[in-house]
C-alpha cells in the first residue's frame, strides 16, 4: 500500500502560479511511475503530467511550457509547478502513483488538492 498526501492548491488569478507536492508514504521513485490527474464536475479525470521511474516525463498538450513536474528524491516528494494559471486550470489536482508487477497494475490515488483561477 502506498498513502499519497497532497499539498499546495489554492485560491490564485489567471496568471499567477502555484507549486502542488505530493508525498508518499514510502520511498517509491525508483519503481513507481508519479503524476498529476485534474478533474472537475462532469468531466472525465484528465492526466496532467507524470514522470516515469527513470524520469521520463509526459504532459497533456494543455500545459506543456507551462507546468513542470519534478520529484526531489531525498525530500521524496514529487511537485508540480504550474506557472500562468488560467480559469481553465481550476479543477481538483490528483496526485498518481503506479507500478505493474508481473502484468497486475498497483495504482494509488492521493485526496486531492483544489486549485481555483479566478479573478
Known amino acids: 500500500q502506498v498513502q499519497l498526501e497532497e499539498s499546495g492548491g489554492g485560491l490564485v488569478q489567471p496568471g499567477e502560479s502555484l507549486r502542488l507536492s505530493c508525498t508518499p508514504s514510502?520511498?517509491?521513485?525508483?519503481?513507481?511511475?508519479v503524476g498529476w490527474f485534474r478533474q472537475t464536475p462532469g468531466k472525465p479525470r484528465e492526466l496532467v503530467a507524470s514522470?516515469?521511474?527513470?524520469?521520463?516525463?509526459n504532459y497533456t498538450d494543455s500545459v506543456k511550457g507551462r507546468f513542470t513536474i519534478s520529484r526531489d528524491n531525498a525530500k521524496n516528494t514529487v511537485y508540480l509547478q504550474m506557472n500562468s494559471l488560467t480559469p481553465e486550470d481550476t479543477a481538483v489536482y490528483l496526485c498518481?502513483?503506479?507500478?505493474?508487477?508481473?502484468?497486475?497494475?498497483?495504482?494509488?490515488w492521493g485526496r486531492g488538492t483544489q486549485v481555483t483561477v479566478s479573478s
Open positions: 514522470m516515469s521511474s527513470g524520469g521520463l516525463t
Open positions: 514510502r520511498n517509491i521513485f525508483s519503481i513507481y511511475t
Open positions: 498518481n502513483a503506479n507500478v505493474e508487477r508481473n502484468g497486475v497494475v498497483y495504482l494509488y
